[in-house]
């Protein structure tokens, strides 16, 4: 059993900066592939951005540059960094976890392929 608890979320203005925490706990996979995804009110959940175990990551263009994702293995603990907020990143963040191969290329963004997923945690940039 695998149990994601996201933290970190809140309401900043424009420009501002919060992080997130994912706490992991359970039958952990060392080779999983973990990311942050975002559904904003009447859209599609999206890709934000993975980070693999050997700690190569991958954005979401329109995160690049802003947003930093990174992992305390040790913890089993995941983070996202976001920095100059906009109100496009308003939405629900939620940590999730998967197979390796959604690391690879593009794949992070098939989301329904992520097995196990946090509650979410609110973001909401004025």
């Known amino acids: 059993h695998v149990q994601l608890v996201e933290s970190g979320g809140g309401s900043v203005q424009a420009g501002g900066s919060l992080r997130l925490t994912c706490e992991g706990s359970?039958?952990?996979?060392?080779?999983?592939?973990m990311g942050w995804f975002r559904q904003a009110p009447g859209k599609e959940r999206e890709g934000v951005a993975v980070i693999d175990s050997d700690g190569l990551a991958k954005y979401a263009d329109s995160v690049k540059g802003r947003f930093t994702i990174s992992q305390d293995n040790a913890k089993n603990t995941l983070y996202l960094q976001m920095n100059s907020l906009k109100p496009e990143d308003t939405g629900m963040y939620y940590c999730?976890?998967?197979?390796?191969?959604?690391?690879?290329?593009?794949?992070?963004?098939?989301?329904?392929?992520?097995?196990?997923w946090g509650q979410g945690t609110q973001v909401t940039v004025s």
């Open positions: 359970g039958s952990f996979h060392s080779t999983w592939c």
């Open positions: 999730a976890a998967g197979s390796s191969v959604y690391c690879i290329g593009d794949s992070f963004k098939m989301w329904k392929k992520f097995g196990y």
